[in-house]
């Protein structure tokens, strides 16, 4: 019936699995097991992922990240024997993850770049002309399902409808704020405040704010490069990063989101493996003495992390919780009022309803779809 606790624990276990696959993939491919955990337990415990697993419809992130994970063990089992099975099992769990959810079209490049690290079987010294004519070929069957992939989900999306039309969204407006999104899912991760169910399209983005934030990005890519050599985890998370969210960035504009916290369920992976393994490295570099302070960080940290979690799981209680707390922290959230009030109709609650699409109407009178709830409202009451 209309229970929703058994799809609840299904999206939990689904988790909890790929916080262990987590885990033993970075275990196995690098040796070090403490650095792995710290790395599973930041997937597996951070408030931005509350999203992906509190809502049932976001399986899909579940259990396409299952197989993505599924797909590099067997691929490292593939690079370790050059075992015809394992090449097919890294193809078959890389089709059911593009069945699940079609971010997964960039994980032929992931698994480009964990061919650099952990699984070293490339380093800058052997050159260019042996990456693409060794490393790239085997992976064409696998650029050639992404290629499909991408053609079915955009002719999918338009056909219903949820591609925005390019004229409503300008390209301009879309590559600032995508280049922004970059940055704001960064700072969600080091400061996960203020995280909502619907975050509307900004107004006012400028062009000199996408140049600064495009040429900030493009600085720490450098960096990242210039240090790979001695740090090759660096450039490799930072790029997984920036690489699996080109999906879901906003460059082909899907829905009324400027971002989305479900959309960060596989992209921080990378970042959580920069700071797993970046912050031991200073530490120990820099300051040898003060090496024992790492694991009683990386407890506090866990540890904050499950507060947070539990405090953002609970605005997930129904749907007039989740937007009115969506109304609260996102300042002109005019998407979330209009779908508070939609809610608080279906309740019959219509004073505050009408309160909330006054609300909605103040931010944004040109909204057409506010009019329409409105007039069912109206509906509802006999009018």
Not at 87 to 100: Q, S
Not at 268 to 294: D, E, Q
Not at 311 to 322: A, D, P
Not at 361 to 376: F, K, N, S, T
Request: proline share 6%.
């Amino acid at each position: 019936g209309l229970n929703p606790s058994g799809h609840h624990l299904a999206n939990v276990v689904l988790h909890l699995a790929n916080t262990l696959l987590l885990f033993l993939l970075l275990r196995q491919a690098t040796g070090y097991p403490w650095r792995s955990l710290f790395a599973a337990a930041l997937f597996g415990l951070h408030p931005l992922h509350v999203e992906s697993v509190a809502w049932v419809v976001e399986r899909k992130d579940l259990l396409s990240t299952l197989f993505m994970l599924l797909t590099m063990q067997a691929y490292g089992r593939y690079a370790s024997s050059r075992s015809a099975t394992a090449y097919c099992a890294t193809l078959l769990f890389f089709i059911l993850g593009l069945m699940a959810k079609p971010m997964l079209v960039t994980l032929p490049f992931v698994l480009l770049l964990w061919d650099i690290w952990p699984l070293q079987r490339w380093q800058p010294g052997n050159g260019i002309k042996e990456f693409f004519f060794r490393l790239v070929p085997e992976k064409i069957p696998l650029f050639l399902l992404t290629i499909a992939s991408c053609i079915v989900t955009y002719l999918a999306q338009h056909q219903g409808g949820a591609v925005a039309i390019t004229d409503a969204v300008p390209l301009s407006f879309r590559i600032t704020n995508a280049l922004l999104s970059y940055w704001r899912y960064i700072g969600g991760m080091f400061w996960p405040a203020s995280l909502a169910i619907i975050y509307p399209l900004p107004v006012g983005l400028s062009m000199l704010q996408g140049l600064l934030t495009g040429t900030a990005l493009v600085v720490v890519s450098a960096v990242c490069i210039r240090l790979g050599k001695g740090s090759p985890y660096l450039p490799v998370g930072w790029f997984w990063f920036l690489g699996t969210l080109v999906p879901v960035i906003g460059l082909v504009q899907v829905g009324q989101q400027a971002m989305a916290d479900r959309y960060t369920y596989i992209p921080l992976i990378g970042l959580f493996i920069v700071i797993s393994w970046g912050f031991p490295h200073l530490v120990k570099r820099y300051s040898p003495r003060h090496a024992a302070v790492i694991p009683f960080a990386a407890v506090t940290v866990v540890t904050v992390l499950a507060i947070l979690t539990w405090h953002q799981t609970g605005h997930w209680k129904n749907s007039i919780t989740l937007f009115t707390h969506a109304t609260q922290v996102v300042p002109g959230n005019h998407i979330a009022y209009r779908i508070l009030g939609s809610e608080l109709v279906q309740q019959r609650h219509f004073e505050e309803a009408e309160r909330a699409f006054t609300e909605a109407l103040r931010i944004r009178p040109d909204d057409a779809q506010i009019y329409v709830e409105m007039g069912l409202m109206a509906v509802r009451q006999g009018d």
